[in-house]
């Protein structure tokens, strides 16, 4: 850690147990670690000068949590309104010395700011700070190399926007087509003209693979800065309008929505067939399908799945259930079992990330954690304490917890998928149509009349809709 000068600031040592507690100026450190400063200081130790830069965990938590705070824009200028101010001397030649020195590290602080943060840079006062920067950067001959470093760390900056912009328009497409609704999927399911996943996928460990595929895709595109961004301060010029204008949370929740999708399509398979056997079988696919999940390490897909095997309207069908061996299903549900806060769950989880960090493959290396989980974590962890102490200071020790989280995801989110890609059934998986709740409801109740005058009821009225 860098601390401040002793004779710049109050220096204060206190004993705290085994441990000691350090205050240097608006810094105070815990056993060498930094726990609570205030923000002016915090974007201080931020700034990188002639002999000095910060470590990069504190970049990274510094960067991924002062949202809550300040807006990105706002942190990006007075940063470098610093690190050029703190070169100046008042002779001009000494100042252009000065920069030179630290010209190098302003331009690794923003790499790190631009390929750990690349979305931050959608908005386009973002990319003109960055635009000056890089002018300023090129008036001495002397920097050239910082120069070309700015250049092709924003060529790389602007792939990347490019990419997401094209990922996003993907799923935008998607969605349009599997929303496309027929008229009445079991009457187009009845006539034979909907094929259903068997008929695409006959293999479990297959569909698992391509269930993969999407999983790891779409948590690629997820900026860790959305995980804060879900309660971070609102942008008072949020509603400023130019090309870079995005919802700050739109690829987070575009892969909950996924979960909900195949949650949805899963319960959709089992309710279509009007057979009772071929239903039954199609549970049984689901479950082999899940096991499959599990052993790779893709949780989010087995919990989806999971998920839609416990919808009421599948769940209800007792007599396509009687001709299922349910033991594999039932040590499944086990694993993922909310009790205990899913305590289950996070052994296996901790399990397949120790597996990860000693992989001897890629497909080892493979942790898709339960989304829905991790957001809540998270939220919980913001929400259980206090972003700022009663001095005023900003409590760093719930940034670097924040910060932890996080980057236990960024690791997992730059796995690469091992398995051959197979365009039909994944082009299945993402746009073939679902039925929503009530079409869930009316379709259980045609496979297995209703039981009870509650869902007599409940058919009737949804018959009426």
Sequence with gaps: ACFFPLHAALFLTRLYGHGITAS?????????????????ALIQHLVPTVDYYPDRSYVFTFLLSSRLFLHPYELMT????????????????LDKIRFREVAPKLVQLLTEWTETFPYDFRDERMMRCLKDMTH????????????????????????????????????AALNAVAMERPASLKSKQASGQRSDVLSV?????????????????????????????????????????????????????AYVNWFNRLSYLVATEICMPVKKKHRARIIEFFIDVA???????????????????????????????????????????????????????????????????TAHSSQEKIVIPFFSLLIKDIYFLNEGCASRLANGHINFEKLWELAKQVSEFLVWRQVICPFDRDRRILQYLVTTPVFSEDELHLASYESEGPENNMEKDSRRSLRWV
């Design 136 to 171: 300023h950067v090129a008036r001495g001959d002397e920097v050239r190399y910082s120069w070309r470093a700015m250049q092709q760390m924003t060529q790389r900056l602007i792939k990347r926007l490019s990419a997401l912009g094209q990922y996003e328009e993907a799923v």
């Design 78 to 93: 007075r940063v470098c309104h610093l690190c050029v101010e703190q070169q100046r001397s008042g002779d001009a030649l």
């Design 201 to 253: 996928c006959d293999d479990p460990f297959i569909l698992a693979q391509q269930l993969t595929h999407i999983e790891l895709d779409r948590l690629s595109f997820i900026g860790p800065e959305e995980f804060i961004q879900t309660f971070a301060m609102k942008d008072p010029l949020e509603n400023h309008k130019g090309f870079f204008r995005k919802r700050k949370t739109s690829n987070l929740e």
């Design 291 to 357: 096991q499959e999940c599990f052993n790779i390490g893709n949780f989010n897909s087995l919990m989806a799945i999971i998920t839609g095997m416990n919808m009421s309207p599948v769940s209800r069908l007792k007599k396509t259930w009687s001709k299922v061996n349910t033991d594999k299903f039932e040590i499944l549900e086990h694993q993922m079992d909310p009790s205990s806060n899913f305590s289950n769950y996070r052994t296996a989880l901790r399990g397949a990330t120790q597996r990860s960090e």
């Design 24 to 40: 240097y100026g608006e810094m105070c450190y815990h056993d060498n670690s930094l726990v609570s400063a205030s923000l002016e």
